[in-house]
Nanobody
Framework: QVQLVESGGGLVQAGGSLRLSCAASGRTFSSYAMGWFRQAPGKERKFVATISWSGGSTYYADSVKGRFTISRDNAKNTVYLQMNSLKPEDTAVYYC??????????????WGQGTQVTVSS
């Protein structure tokens, strides 16, 4: 069993930055790939970024490539999403997910409860 708790969301102006964190409980954190997904009101959940269990491989949605960076600290059971140059279209609830492999589809063994990110223009 893995429990995921996101934090770091909030309100920011366009062009600003936020860093999301996802703290995991459980001793199996390092065996999972970890992903970030987001869901805007009335829309389906979409892939943002994912990182392999070792941190050696990362993948990004085209819409965030070059602006967002995913990283993890297995010693702290935490995955991060650094978000720079934020745009209003980045506004969504952001979810972290524990995945069996680093894939872009919203498939995961465990999901966090989500954290709201709002970018004002």
């Amino acid at each position: 069993q893995v429990q995921l708790v996101e934090s770091g969301g909030g309100l920011v102006q366009a062009g600003g930055s936020l860093r999301l964190s996802c703290a995991a409980s459980g001793r199996t954190f390092s065996s999972y790939a970890m992903g970030w997904f987001r869901q805007a009101p009335g829309k389906e959940r979409k892939f943002v970024a994912t990182i392999s269990w070792s941190g050696g491989s990362t993948y990004y949605a085209d819409s965030v490539k070059g602006r967002f960076t995913i990283s993890r600290d297995n010693a702290k059971n935490t995955v991060y999403l650094q978000m720079n140059s934020l745009k209003p279209e980045d506004t969504a609830v952001y979810y972290c997910a524990a995945q069996r492999s680093p894939v872009a589809t919203p498939q995961a063994d465990y999901w966090g409860q989500g954290t709201q990110v709002t970018v004002s223009s």
